[in-house]
Nanobody, 126 residues
Framework: VQLQASGGGMQQTGGSLILSCAAS????????MAWFRQAPGKEREFVST????????NYTQSVKGRFTMSRDSARNTVYLQMNSLKPEDTAVYYC????????????????????WGQGTQVTVSS
């Protein structure tokens, strides 16, 4: 599975961005997916995850109510809608995939993911 993240860019505080992660090589229909981010000088951190059926999504506390993760199985793509952006959202965002689990399963630890995209930079100015 190859993952290609896109959609990053620069926004002002309060703005919005939509990140996309397109999978190729095989369908990710039965893969849980996630977004992680890494800010300069910081560890990679979990942002959001979605189950393979799309029915369950979980978010880190700092983005709850602002970010929404979704998936389109027909397009083999997941999305991260980011609203009300803050300077602390500035980071490189990575998408990740892991196969299997129950249809409702989600995973928040980076070590549980097998496939990673190359990252897309999000910069939020104050």
């Amino acid at each position: 599975v190859q993952l290609q993240a896109s959609g990053g860019g620069m926004q002002q505080t309060g703005g919005s961005l939509i990140l996309s992660c397109a999978a190729s090589g095989r369908t990710v229909r039965y893969y849980a997916m996630a977004w992680f981010r890494q800010a300069p000088g910081k560890e990679r951190e979990f942002v959001s995850t979605i189950s393979w059926d799309g029915g369950t999504a979980n978010y880190t506390q700092s983005v709850k109510g602002r970010f929404t993760m979704s998936r389109d199985s027909a397009r083999n793509t997941v999305y991260l809608q980011m609203n009300s952006l803050k300077p602390e959202d500035t980071a490189v965002y990575y998408c990740a995939a892991t196969y299997g689990g129950a249809f409702y399963s989600t995973y928040t630890n980076a070590g549980e993911y097998t496939y990673w995209g190359q990252g897309t930079q999000v910069t939020v100015s104050s």
